[in-house]
């Protein structure tokens, strides 16, 4: 009997981009099956088949509609800036019924983005919640982890700061944290995610003050061993 795991497809939403593009490199490379998508099929399909060059064909990759790929998907990570949050969002509702939606999203608000300015429904985390609704689980991560290192092989001194809305969705999060190389600890509820995703403007503000990219922070005083 073939006893290998059978590992999840992860869909991308704005896996276009910076961020969303490290973490599907990194998810692609640990075995997942991974579907990019974006507002434009041809741009996810550039990028999956970009990927795909970087590890040598030996990943499942694919780029298609935001839509099609959260359709497709057992869970679905957003990362698209502030802006776009809402219009993604509705974009994809029907598509994620009944499953996890993991939430990159920092609510920046240029041109200040050193200051945290949260939304009134708390966090960007939340407004998807109630956007969403019931039937889907709303994790929270990632915020505070730079796309600039994600595309290299290397470990990232930072760590990950799971919310969410069921310890079930926060445990299956923290597992895609894992394959992407990260340590993650569970941080409760996705009320607390205004702490995490207010905590990336104070990073920002870190890194310009000392001319660096990858301030980060660290969680100490507990086993780092999993
Ligand atoms: N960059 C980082 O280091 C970093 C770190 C932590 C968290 N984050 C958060 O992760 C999210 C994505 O960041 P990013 O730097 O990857 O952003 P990005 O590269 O600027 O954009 C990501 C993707 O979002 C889509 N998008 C952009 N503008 C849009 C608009 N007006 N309407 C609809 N879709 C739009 C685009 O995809 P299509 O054109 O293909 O649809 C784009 O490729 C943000 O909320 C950011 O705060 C970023």
Do not use: E
């Given at each position: 009997?073939?006893?290998t795991p059978v590992l999840l497809t992860i869909a991308v939403l704005g896996g276009t981009g910076k961020e969303g593009?490290?973490?599907a490199f990194r998810w692609a490379k640990a075995g997942y099956r991974?579907?990019?998508g974006s507002r434009i099929p041809e741009k996810a399909k550039a990028t999956a088949l970009d990927l795909l060059n970087r590890?040598?064909?030996n990943a499942f990759i694919e780029g298609t509609s935001n839509q099609k790929a959260a359709g497709a998907a057992d869970i679905a990570v957003l990362t698209v800036p502030y802006a776009a949050h809402r219009e993604t969002l509705e974009s994809v509702k029907d598509a994620l019924y009944g499953k996890i939606l993991i939430d990159v999203t920092v609510p920046l608000v240029p041109p200040k983005i050193t200051k945290v300015q949260m939304p009134p429904a708390g966090s960007a985390a939340q407004e998807a919640k109630q956007y969403l609704g019931e039937n889907?689980?709303?994790t929270s991560a990632f915020q505070n982890i730079s796309h600039e290192f994600l595309l290299r092989d290397e470990p990232i001194e930072c760590d990950v700061l799971v919310t969410g809305t069921s310890k079930e969705a926060r445990t299956e999060?923290?597992?895609l944290v894992a394959a992407a190389g990260l340590i993650g600890w569970d941080a409760g509820p996705i009320e607390n995610s205004v702490v995490i995703e207010g905590l990336t403007s104070v990073l920002i503000n870190i890194n310009k003050q000392h001319g660096v990219s990858n301030?980060?922070?660290k969680i100490t005083g507990v086993s780092r061993e999993s």
């Open positions: 009997m073939n006893s593009k490290g973490l991974v579907l990019i590890l040598n064909g889907v689980q709303v999060t923290l597992k301030a980060g922070i």
